[in-house]
């Protein structure tokens, strides 16, 4: 550690103001100081992999709700991919490869606390951040546990294209579903049909949007796995079905709004279709769910293995 101490700098981005709407170069910053020293019961790892996702959108805000904000100043939040470097904790040994949160920094400690060791002889280990990892685990448990999708159902996900979405829609298809995507640009619904199995896809770009999604939802929507919220939601809206589940994982069409969108109030309307068609409408945060964690790196490593899901990075 010594020598590392001596020769290597820490370089990490830090938040340096709040985003005013979509954020900006400016609202970063990038810091340079000495690599930590690991305590008892800490190791010391260096960054590999970091995922970047929506929801650290939310987290630079000066209220999230459900975990701490980012302190101005503070080291941006992120699940990461590591390579231990010096540790002083049970069970981990320099040359280990970790999944942990080191966030938006070169080298991070840890006291094991949400750390799990990785075998690249499993997988390769960029996987856990992503199809292996969070965005996995949240379509996993969204999709089943909250979706609860039935062979010949109809279901819809929005942001297909996504680390989320592509993994609802393959489990959904295994599941014996029709699966139908929401995407942006054309190329995107090319690849979620094409590669990923989808039976349909519809670019939310295009200038009939709900007539298409109708389309192609003939016999309803049972599922709707809500990523994006705005306009997509309100064109879904009609189509659910009686007993139709709805897991919401994001609203990423919000995240950057300081106020409430122009429109009408949509509360009334959905809670009226919510009461006369049942519907189940639940928002989750996978944070819940490490119980599950253990079921889901089983089933999707096996569907991986057996070729029935695929993934991008």
Not at 165 to 194: H, L, S
Request: glycine share 14%; aromatic share 8%; hydrophobic share 40%.
């Amino acid at each position: 550690m010594t020598d590392l101490a001596a020769t290597s700098r820490n370089r990490s981005i830090t938040l340096a103001a709040r985003p005013a709407g979509a954020p900006k170069a400016a609202d970063f910053r990038l810091v340079e100081g000495p690599v930590p020293r690991p305590g008892p019961g800490q190791l010391l790892s260096r960054t590999i992999y970091l995922s970047l996702d929506p929801y650290m959108r939310g987290r630079m805000n000066r209220s999230v709700g459900y975990a701490p904000t980012v302190d101005v100043g503070g080291v941006m939040v992120g699940g990461t991919v590591g390579q231990v470097v010096e540790s002083n904790l049970d069970g981990y040994r320099p040359g280990d490869f970790i999944l942990c949160g080191n966030g938006w920094q070169e080298y991070g400690l840890s006291d094991g606390t949400g750390a799990r060791k990785l075998d690249p002889a499993d997988a390769p280990i960029s996987t856990a951040v992503g199809v292996l990892g969070m965005p996995g685990h949240t379509a996993y448990v969204g999709l089943l546990d909250i979706g609860q999708p039935k062979p010949g159902e109809t279901v819809v996900v929005s942001a297909a294209s996504g680390a989320v979405g592509a993994v609802v829609g393959q489990i959904a298809r295994i599941k014996g579903c029709r699966v139908v995507g929401v995407a942006g640009a054309r190329e995107k619904c090319d690849y979620v049909t094409r590669e990923l199995g989808f039976d349909a896809c519809v670019s939310r770009y295009d200038e009939e949007f709900p007539e298409a999604l109708k389309a192609a939802c003939p016999d309803g929507i049972d599922v709707y796995f809500e990523n994006v919220g705005g306009a997509v939601f309100d064109a879904v809206l009609p189509l659910l079905n009686t007993y139709a589940r709805i897991p919401i994982c994001g609203r990423i069409a919000n995240y950057n709004q300081s106020e409430a969108p122009p429109g009408p109030n949509l509360v009334p309307r959905v809670m009226g279709l919510a009461l006369v068609r049942r519907l189940t409408i639940r928002g989750f945060i996978i944070f819940d769910h490490a119980d599950r964690e253990p079921d889901f790196l089983r089933d999707v490593g096996g569907w991986i293995r057996s070729g029935e899901l695929v993934y991008k990075e």
